[in-house]
């Protein structure tokens, strides 16, 4: 395929009609489109994207100019419209798409899109039939590769991922038709086992019953309902297939997160015991500062008062009276033992004897009329009182001391506790994580477990249908009539399983070289360091070839996965190109039979990530592999493109715009 | 393709002109896969007619 011109009306900024005719020559094989960034070059890129599928990247998806919006009159109606013009399989073809928008006063709206694909033949337009237009597109370019081939280096962390894994089976269908295995994989369908008049051997089935043997039509019966089980069998299975695969991935893939989450699980442990200590340190220090605050209410006013008390001793140690007093005595003792008349001795207490003067003087020192007994109280309870102040600091201390210990304790932890818990934010999905990863696993099992009765149920129905086959081919073969149709069939068949055989070897060949070519070109652009394996699905897989860096995570850089995708794409442009040269190598091979044509590779902004070597590779490298290369590419860029793909520029431009007014225009240079 | 005669359900099956016949198929899909000028249905009578022409063929 190639892309000879593109024309645009009033598509974005780009107002009016405006053309960029792309070179064709096949050595000055690039088109440079160059513009400064917000000029419209994605938009140019996206441009193809709608004329092609219908869809765009835009978030915005109106198309129309604003400026030709903004001057619609109510109830006016203007077209905005891609034609592309291109040449595919040597026949010229022009694509259209054109959204036509209507003002109704106040708002625009789209309103009806018309799509075309028309062709010159003798002369004349011939228009493709709506059902044939889509079959025409996924032939030209199939959906599932246009972001490959409409490369857009803004998305390229997409594309690396999907390149990688989770490609659909239509993607791998995709390549083979491009890669020129669409004409066998035709003739298998054409020719397959059927019961239908679909195919040509299920027509020979259906003309072998109209012969009108009962029991070849009952035997027949019965081989077409086995059949249709074996293809319901082998659909399903190779569905569970995908299922298993992907549920094996999934799984795989969430095993490795949750092993990079395998601290966190001691990192809960400790936070957990951390938080259990804080707990119990709060409790402590809630009882230390209680006896704390005891000890202070209790024994704080003594301390204080223990100059004052010290001084009052000394003072009434000096008093003479302070001794004369008896301890615990009262006056009323005194009048009790006089009215009593004698003494606790024995002594006869009579008035004017001496005794009794004796006794009478005591009560001069004895309350109430005496502090003395007082005095002597207070001495004994102040001696007390400073007797036990004098440990009253230390005490003080030691307890205020065991506080601020047990809180700096929980000052620690917690600190220790937020840094934890600020890393076990990020590992907070390991639980669902692990869930997922357990359902994966589940599915898996179960998918595998239906596959095992599935091929068990696929095997048995073979055989059946075999059997019933061999007693209804020996019936055939009675009929004359028979004879000349089963001789039909089995040449149908013989050439249907040779096929189906040359497909799959085929097929592991192209895959093969289609390694050997992404190998080849990713070394050319990148490095020799890695290896690039493609699988079934051509699913894209990157090891490191050095054996020392087994085992250590490859590393993506932005620059690498550019040239995972250039030597991706560049490798099927390769193969597309090379299948139609291939001569048959050998007896039983049909190379010689594949169609392919070259592709045009359209880039859009494909070098800003590469240092100046790399650049130059990729200059060196793409313009041999791709049939044409479109560029678009911002000015600082351009200069360094130019300077080494000089004489394989073929055609070179310029997208001018107006920023107060988003009008951009395209002009040759 | 060793035996060029192989014996299929009582049926002689000459294998070069299996081989012939996927060739001609094959250019036949070719070309159809380039213009588009034939259906499915199409190309299913094109194919029984190869098949039909070759295995008849002495």
């Not at chain 1, 599928?53 to 109830?75: A, H, S």
């Not at chain 1, 040449?87 to 309103?111: F, G, L, M, P």
């Not at chain 1, 860096?549 to 620059?559: M, P, V």
């Not at chain 2, 294998?15 to 000028?37: A, G, P, Q, S």
Request: a neutral charge.
């Amino acid at each position: 395929m190639l892309i000879k011109k593109i024309e645009l009306q009033n598509f974005r900024p780009y107002v009016g009609k405006q053309t960029i005719s792309f070179s064709t020559d096949e050595e000055k094989n690039i088109t440079i489109v160059m513009g400064d960034n917000g000029s419209g070059k994605t938009t140019l890129a996206q441009a193809f994207l709608w004329v092609l599928y219908g869809d765009t990247d835009f978030k915005v998806k109106e198309l129309i100019n604003r400026v030709v919006r903004d001057e619609m009159k109510p109830n006016e109606k203007k077209k905005v419209k891609v034609d592309l013009y291109l040449t595919h399989e040597d026949r010229d073809y022009i694509i259209s798409r054109a959204q036509t928008y209507k003002r109704n006063y106040t708002t625009v709206k789209a309103e009806n899109v018309e799509f075309s694909i028309s062709y010159n033949k003798d002369g004349q337009q011939e228009f493709l039939k709506p059902h044939e237009r889509d079959i025409m597109i996924k032939k030209m370019l199939p959906h599932q590769l246009s972001k490959f081939f409409f490369f857009d280096g803004e998305r390229i962390k997409n594309m690396s991922e999907e390149i990688e894994k989770g490609k659909s089976r239509e993607f791998a269908d995709a390549v083979r038709g491009l890669v020129g295995l669409t004409a066998i994989m035709n003739a298998i369908n054409h020719l397959k086992p059927s019961t239908t008049n679909s195919t040509v051997i299920g027509r020979y089935n259906r003309k072998i019953d109209e012969g009108g043997n009962a029991k070849i039509a009952e035997l027949s019966d019965r081989i077409n309902s086995l059949q249709q089980k074996y293809e319901s069998l082998e659909k399903r299975i190779e569905e569970l297939k995908d299922q298993i695969e992907y549920y094996r991935k999934d799984s795989e893939q969430l095993k490795l997160r949750i092993a990079s989450y395998a601290p966190a699980e001691k990192m809960q442990k400790e936070y957990n015991k951390l938080k259990d200590e804080v707990a119990k340190l709060e409790k402590v220090k809630v009882d230390a500062v209680k006896t704390f605050l005891n000890y202070f209410n209790k024994n704080t006013p003594s301390f204080l008062a223990k100059p004052l008390i010290h001084t009052s001793l000394k003072d009434l140690a000096e008093a003479d009276k302070l001794d004369k007093g008896i301890p615990d005595m009262h006056a009323n003792t005194i009048d009790f033992l006089i009215k009593r008349g004698f003494c606790v001795c024995g002594t006869k207490l009579e008035p004017g004897s001496d005794a009794y003067s004796e006794i009478c003087k005591a009560l001069e020192f004895l309350p109430p009329k005496s502090i003395g007994v007082l005095i002597n109280q207070f001495v004994r309870e102040s001696q007390d009182r400073t007797r036990l102040s004098e440990t009253y600091f230390e005490v003080f201390e030691n307890s205020f001391r065991r506080i601020r210990e047990i809180k700096d304790q929980i000052s620690e932890r917690q600190a220790e506790l937020t840094n934890l818990d600020n890393k076990l934010l990020d590992v907070s999905e390991v639980a669902s994580l692990k869930k997922r990863q357990l359902d994966s696993e589940q599915k898996e099992k179960e998918f595998n477990e239906e596959l095992r009765e599935k091929i068990l149920a696929l095997g048995a129905t073979k055989s059946k249908i075999e059997s019933l086959s061999k007693e209804r081919d020996q019936l055939i073969l009675v009929d004359e009539r028979n004879k000349e149709y089963e001789l039909f069939r089995q040449y149908a068949i013989t050439v249907y399983e040779e096929l189906k055989n040359s497909y799959d070897l085929q097929e592991e060949k192209t895959r093969q070289k289609l390694e050997d070519y992404i190998n080849e070109i990713f070394t050319d652009i990148f490095s020799d360091a890695l290896s690039i394996k493609v699988d079934k699905r051509y699913n894209i897989k990157v090891s490191v070839k050095d054996r020392s860096f087994e085992g250590n995570e490859l590393e993506y850089s932005t620059a690498q996965n550019y040239s995972i995708i250039f030597a991706f794409i560049a490798g099927i442009i390769k193969m597309a190109k090379e299948a139609g040269k291939n001569e048959s190598s050998s007896e039983d091979d049909y190379n010689v039979f594949v169609e392919a044509e070259g592709y045009p590779l359209v880039m859009d902004a494909p070098l800003s990530s590469f240092d100046k070597t790399r650049i130059k590779n990729i200059c060196n490298t793409l313009p041999k592999i791709a049939r044409q290369v479109i560029f678009f590419i911002k000015d600082t860029d351009g200069e360094v493109a130019e300077e080494h793909l000089g004489d394989k520029i073929g055609a070179k431009y310029l997208i001018n715009i107006d920023k107060s007014f988003l009008l951009a225009e395209i002009k040759e240079r | 393709m060793e035996e060029k005669i192989v014996r299929k359900n009582g049926v002689d099956i000459d294998l070069t002109k299996v081989r012939r016949i996927i060739m001609r198929i094959i250019l036949e899909e070719r070309n159809n896969v380039k213009t588009k000028e034939c259906s499915d249905s199409q190309m299913v009578d094109k194919l029984q007619k190869i098949i039909e022409e070759e295995a008849k063929c002495l």
